[in-house]
């Protein structure tokens, strides 16, 4: 039998959503047929790969979020161990978690973006970046943490700056319109759902509370726009070298025509793994359910580092 450990909690500021992915991912996994322990690392990394070699694992499946867990800290971790992990290997995560280098790989690509400035707190006390409306949010974050979207008349500028603590910010002119996004399994994206909210946008609570967003799949688009919005996704999980499940978030500026008003975001390589999350949703919605969509996630499983064997290290197959 397959013996998978599952990584949840952490460092990160997204620790609370991690335990709850993770919790339901073990459940799951055992439904599957898999045996399964939990391991919640701390910060002493000493300890971390102690405790990881502890658990015996065949497989870890990666369910961190945000710093450590999903922008390749653990990822080259689990590649110097040489243990199999779920998700995207070192590179791919921490491209996708620096949404600048995010960027301009899809640039290079061919893929929507919009254009951006990078800053630090002290220039956004000084002056407003762009022009009214835009956003300003971490390079390298997640979960919509630290995100604000700043208009015409606001305020909030000085006192924003004065409490940033998420270091280098990005920002970019905001687009109005519909939240839209696209999970992709490996090289296959699955519908486009669309995320509606009473908030002023789709923040942190509005992902995670009860009731803070509506998910609507498949999205209620012209057939053209959902069909690029797919097409896109996987391009953007190619461009960044994703393996295994990830999430592409868009906005689509429905004034415009076709689907020219469709914008790249970014590509989660983490994404929620609860039964209601939107990967989920969006692999019930075409009959794979949950342990099904977890067992796959732990057969795609591999590392990018070396063997260790009865004769030392060897290149990985």
Same mark, same amino acid.
């Given at each position: 039998?397959?013996?998978?450990?599952?990584?949840?909690?952490?460092?990160? %500021?997204?620790?609370?959503?991690?335990?709850?992915s993770?919790?339901?991912?073990?459940?799951?996994?055992?439904?599957?047929?898999?045996e399964?322990?939990?391991?919640?690392?701390?910060?002493?990394?000493?300890?971390?790969?102690?405790?990881?070699?502890?658990?015996?694992?065949?497989?870890?499946?990666?369910?961190?979020h945000?710093r450590?867990?999903?922008d390749?800290?653990?990822?080259?971790?689990?590649?110097?161990?040489?243990?199999?992990?779920?998700?995207?290997?070192?590179?791919?995560?921490?491209?996708?978690?620096?949404?600048?280098?995010?960027?301009? @790989?899809?640039?290079?690509?061919?893929?929507?973006?919009?254009?951006h400035?990078?800053?630090?707190?002290?220039?956004?006390?000084?002056?407003?970046?762009?022009?009214?409306?835009?956003?300003?949010?971490?390079?390298?974050?997640? %979960?919509?943490?630290?995100?604000?979207?700043?208009?015409?008349?606001?305020?909030?500028?000085?006192?924003?700056?004065?409490?940033?603590?998420?270091?280098e910010?990005? @920002?970019?002119?905001?687009?109005?319109?519909?939240?839209?996004?696209?999970?992709?399994?490996?090289?296959?994206?699955?519908?486009?759902?669309?995320?509606?909210?009473?908030?002023?946008?789709?923040?942190?609570?509005?992902?995670?509370a009860?009731?803070?967003?509506?998910?609507?799949?498949p999205?209620?688009v012209?057939?053209?726009?959902?069909?690029?919005a797919?097409?896109?996704?996987?391009?953007?999980?190619?461009?960044?070298?994703?393996?295994?499940?990830?999430?592409?978030?868009?906005?689509?500026?429905?004034?415009?025509?076709?689907?020219?008003?469709?914008?790249?975001?970014?590509?989660?390589?983490?994404?929620?793994?609860?039964?209601?999350?939107?990967?989920?949703?969006?692999?019930?919605?075409?009959?794979?359910?949950?342990?099904?969509?977890?067992?796959w996630?732990?057969?795609?499983?591999?590392?990018?580092?070396?063997?260790?064997?009865?004769?030392?290290?060897?290149?990985?197959?």
């Amino acid at each position: 039998m397959t013996r998978v450990t599952v990584l949840l909690g952490g460092l990160s %500021s997204e620790r609370e959503v991690s335990l709850s992915s993770g919790r339901e991912i073990a459940a799951a996994l055992r439904e599957a047929g898999f045996e399964v322990v939990t391991f919640d690392p701390g910060p002493d990394l000493g300890a971390v790969v102690a405790g990881i070699a502890a658990t015996r694992p065949d497989v870890v499946f990666n369910a961190l979020h945000g710093r450590f867990g999903e922008d390749g800290s653990i990822q080259g971790v689990l590649d110097w161990m040489g243990i199999p992990y779920t998700h995207s290997g070192l590179r791919a995560s921490a491209m996708a978690m620096d949404k600048a280098t995010a960027k301009a @790989a899809f640039a290079a690509a061919g893929l929507p973006v919009a254009p951006h400035r990078l800053l630090e707190a002290s220039a956004l006390a000084d002056a407003d970046p762009l022009p009214f409306p835009y956003v300003v949010k971490p390079v390298r974050e997640g %979960s919509s943490v630290g995100v604000h979207i700043l208009r015409g008349g606001d305020n909030r500028r000085a006192e924003i700056a004065a409490t940033w603590q998420w270091g280098e910010i990005i @920002a970019e002119p905001y687009i109005p319109g519909r939240e839209l996004t696209v999970a992709v399994m490996e090289d296959r994206a699955l519908a486009v759902t669309e995320i509606d909210t009473s908030r002023t946008f789709y923040d942190y609570d509005a992902k995670y509370a009860d009731g803070g967003s509506a998910h609507t799949i498949p999205a209620r688009v012209p057939d053209e726009v959902a069909a690029r919005a797919m097409q896109v996704a996987v391009a953007a999980h190619a461009a960044l070298g994703c393996r295994g499940v990830s999430r592409s978030d868009f906005r689509w500026d429905d004034s415009r025509p076709g689907a020219e008003g469709l914008v790249l975001l970014e590509v989660n390589t983490q994404p929620g793994m609860t039964p209601t999350s939107l990967v989920p949703e969006q692999a019930a919605y075409r009959g794979i359910t949950f342990p099904e969509l977890c067992a796959w996630m732990v057969q795609q499983a591999r590392h990018d580092g070396m063997e260790r064997g009865p004769k030392g290290m060897r290149d990985a197959a």
